[in-house]
């Protein structure tokens, strides 16, 4: 049943026996001219991908609705679940669905969709047999879905509630971004992200550029858009200040709770101005119009609030153990009290804010029981809708009932290719404090591979950090999770962290086949200080050994691409004909993220040797890679380093306000944010640095790489370290010699730890110009021999040209 509360409503006063004629439909329309302007104007001219952003109740779907009665042309329609089950691009297949009848001849990719629309096989081509590679298979999917876009175009596709998507969804839609489809205009609606949490969503789109995505958000209504709703509303020609300003107050100026309340005084009628008369909040609102109802009508309306937003009457027939009959009546009266409105397949609540505050109004150990018995009604479905049974079982506070349909979600997400819904499922099992640990070490391995390339890292690496620290943990557990934990927390910036977090799980990893890899992750030398080139030469060694042990070849893979890394920082000139041999294989073809990868991190180690030919070349490579496979994960690498060629050659017009781009979008990536960074700060030294530049410049500079020298400091992160301590030690090598000097010291000091001393070439240029500009040359002659030392029989041509200059500076 549902609490009345009806001593509990503002002034305890029964409705008024006088009522006025009962509102049909909507409230009219009324402000948002503005926005409803940009609209039309950005759909009449496609391709666009517009975002309508707000808080719930806002008026989003009434915008969207103003927009599409008087727009011309498809429509193609989707509204995303708020418990949706595992199934990539849903609320998209549904959008094609409605207009499959309507399809022309279609590109043989689109045979891709076929799998996913079987209602649709006469109208799609036959599927391409599958690829090896989830990344090129998601990848050739999105292509599908813009192929039929392509084939239903000009067209405008409207998908609301965003908020709900699925991961792949998004990221097809980020993907239609930067490729979008001739004639199609894209609106989407989605709740504004609250500060410090994100959805899937905000952060696909979050990674494209800035100018394929308009961004259009709604505010409350104003004072003047009130005064008009309540003329309109109540039929008043001029309504008092004082009610505008009462409204404004109760409402916040949020739409829909607006219009709730005018919908109910025009009902209830009686003096507007009345205390008792503007309901406090919507939940007054609700009350006085549940007050109608009889008991098993409350109950029936309560259940629904329980199944969702549209209820199916014959699973409430089930739960309740009523028959249709008696349900359709309920639901009927709910329709006739405002609570409930005819969208057309079937009667929903009028809002989602409306659901949840029928909803709360359930007592707690009502909702617990509806709860387990919409749960079991559901088992008998078939498919079993795990994701809704999940739900359900939480929300009843069964908690072994809730895992078990979790996991199986989370399974069906994985098999899908979808690891961060499969992630989001599995931390939500990590909450039950019952979990046996052998199930809860089971669910955290494989949260652990979802939350690698899901967007869950954050929030996943403190469950497992937890379980780490319980020392009864199992030897292989151990070496599992603490693998998971360091790869995790590397990508999020942490990288002496992680290294160290792998350094602890290697001994307890008894399968070769994942020993390698994570030896492989040891064996890269610019990640982390305090650890010198001869032991990475060690792992990679050790990471050979694992390889050929295991006979897996994707484990010899990833340790030939670390070689190859490894022996190009080092300035060996075999580094190149491994990456020939292993460009041409086709074990690195056949997976081409890896490749992607692969090319990007060579071309930053082309860079920093001073190979900017085939640096650029790699990079080229890598984008088409990721272009092609659209694995979005690595577009912040493949611009980053493209920032760091264009350092590098000196191309520097316009390059701080790009990367200062990156830096700002590079959030979703932290494991490139610091590195563009020291670029940024790099750069802003070296505008800094040319004659004429103001203080503010050098000022603005140096605190720069101050910043990036204290978080590469914490982070224990080498390379970005050295880059900024050998750029301060130039910006401030006129003005400030002894503090150039000790920078450059410092960083000198870094690279000797780590024995590469090509990455001191600058910092030895610095120690060399400072001491020759005191007169006193030969106190440089020590560093400039060790970098000659340290260089000699490299393939390092950078370090070679600063050591030239030393030269003549420092005579031998």
Request: proline share 7%; charged share 25%; hydrophobic share 45%.
């Amino acid at each position: 049943m549902i609490d009345s509360d009806e001593d509990k409503t503002r002034g305890g006063g029964s409705p008024s026996p006088v009522r006025p004629e009962r509102l049909r439909g909507p409230v009219e329309f009324v402000g948002r001219a503005a926005e409803l302007a940009q609209l039309r104007r950005l759909v009449a001219n496609p391709p666009c991908l517009i975002l309508l952003e707000g808080e719930p109740g806002i008026g989003k779907s009434r915008l969207v609705a103003e927009l599409l009665t008087e727009l011309p042309g498809r429509h193609l329609i989707g509204e995303c679940d708020d418990v949706p089950e595992p199934f990539p691009l849903g609320v998209l297949l549904d959008a094609i669905r409605g207009s499959a009848d309507r399809l022309g001849p279609l590109s043989p990719v689109a045979g891709a969709l076929a799998p996913l629309l079987p209602e649709l096989v006469d109208v799609l081509p036959d599927a391409p047999p599958p690829l090896t590679d989830p990344a090129a298979e998601r990848h050739r999917l999105l292509r599908a879905v813009a192929a039929v876009l392509t084939a239903l175009s000009p067209a405008t596709l409207l998908l609301e509630d965003l908020h709900w998507a699925d991961p792949v969804t998004c990221e097809l839609l980020a993907y239609l971004s930067t490729h979008p489809v001739e004639g199609l205009a894209v609106v989407l609606t989605a709740r504004t992200a609250t500060p410090g949490s994100s959805t899937p969503i905000h952060d696909a789109l979050a990674r494209t550029p800035p100018w394929s995505v308009t961004r259009v958000p709604l505010s409350p209504l104003d004072a003047d858009d009130v005064r008009r709703l309540a003329a309109r509303t109540l039929r008043l020609d001029d309504p008092p200040p004082q009610l505008t300003a009462t409204l404004l107050d109760r409402t916040a100026g949020i739409p829909f709770v607006v219009e709730e309340v005018l919908r109910t005084l025009a009902e209830r009628g009686g003096d507007p101005l009345a205390d008792d008369s503007v309901p406090f909040v919507l939940r007054d609102v609700l009350l006085w119009r549940l007050r109608p109802l009889d008991e098993a009508t409350r109950e029936v309306l309560g259940a629904a609030a329980v199944l969702g937003m549209t209820p199916d009457q014959r699973i409430l027939a089930s739960v309740l153990s009523l028959d249709r009959v008696a349900i359709g009546a309920a639901l009927t009266a709910a329709h006739r009290a405002g609570l409930l409105h005819d969208a057309g397949d079937g009667l929903r609540f009028r809002h989602d804010l409306a659901r949840q505050v029928v909803y709360d109004l359930v007592p707690r150990e009502s909702r617990e029981w509806l709860h387990l018995r919409v749960a079991r009604v559901l088992e008998q479905e078939l498919p079993r809708p795990v994701a809704q049974l999940a739900h359900h079982y939480r929300r009843a506070g069964s908690g072994a009932d809730f895992v078990r349909n979790a996991e199986a979600a989370a399974d069906l997400a994985t098999e899908r290719g979808d690891d961060a819904t499969a992630a989001g499922f599995l931390l939500q099992t990590m909450d039950i404090a019952e979990l046996p640990r052998p199930v809860r070490v089971r669910l955290a391995a494989k949260l652990g591979r979802s939350a690698i390339d899901g967007l869950s890292q954050a929030e996943a690496i403190p469950v497992l950090e937890r379980l780490l620290a319980d020392r009864r943990l199992p030897p292989g557990a151990r070496g599992e999770l603490g693998l998971v934990l360091g790869r995790m927390q590397r990508q999020q910036g942490e990288a002496l962290r992680g290294y160290t977090e792998i350094e602890r799980a290697v001994p307890y990893l008894r399968a070769p086949r994942r020993k390698a890899p994570a030896l492989a992750v040891l064996a890269a030398p610019d990640t982390v200080v305090g650890r010198h080139v001869d032991d990475h030469l060690a792992r990679c060694a050790e990471a050979e050994a694992a390889a050929a042990a295991s006979g897996d070849p994707a484990a010899h893979l990833a340790v030939r691409i670390a070689r190859a890394s490894l022996l190009l920082e080092l300035g060996d000139p075999a580094a190149w004909a491994i990456i020939s041999e292993l460009r041409a294989s086709a074990e690195l073809a056949d997976r081409p993220r890896e490749h992607a990868r692969a090319c990007l991190n060579w071309a930053q180690g082309a860079l920093h040797a001073g190979h900017p030919e085939q640096a650029e070349a790699l990079l080229a490579a890598g984008r088409a890679l990721v272009d092609e496979t659209g694995y979005e994960r690595l577009t912040a690498l493949v611009e980053a380093t493209e920032l760091s060629l264009d350092r590098a050659a000196g191309r520097l017009d316009g390059l701080a306000e790009r990367l200062s781009r990156l830096v700002a979008s590079a959030e979703r990536m932290p494991v490139t944010l610091l590195d563009a960074r020291a670029e940024l700060a790099t750069v802003l030294a070296r505008t800094a640095g040319v004659e004429g530049a103001g203080r503010d410049q050098v000022e603005s500079a140096e605190r720069a790489l101050r910043e990036v020298v204290a978080d590469a400091r914490r982070v224990g992160a080498v390379w970005p370290l050295v880059q900024a301590l050998s750029a301060l030690a130039r910006l401030t090598l006129v003005g400030r010699p002894d503090e150039a000097v000790r920078y450059a010291t410092d960083a000198l000091s870094l690279v000797r730890g780590k024995g590469i001393l090509s990455w001191a070439a600058e910092a030895v240029l610095v120690l060399a110009e400072a001491a020759a500009a005191a007169g006193d040359p030969a106190r440089a002659v020590g560093a400039v021999a060790e970098l000659e030392a340290g260089i000699a029989g490299r393939d390092a041509p950078l370090a070679l040209a600063a050591l030239r200059r030393c030269r003549e500076l420092v005579p031998g």
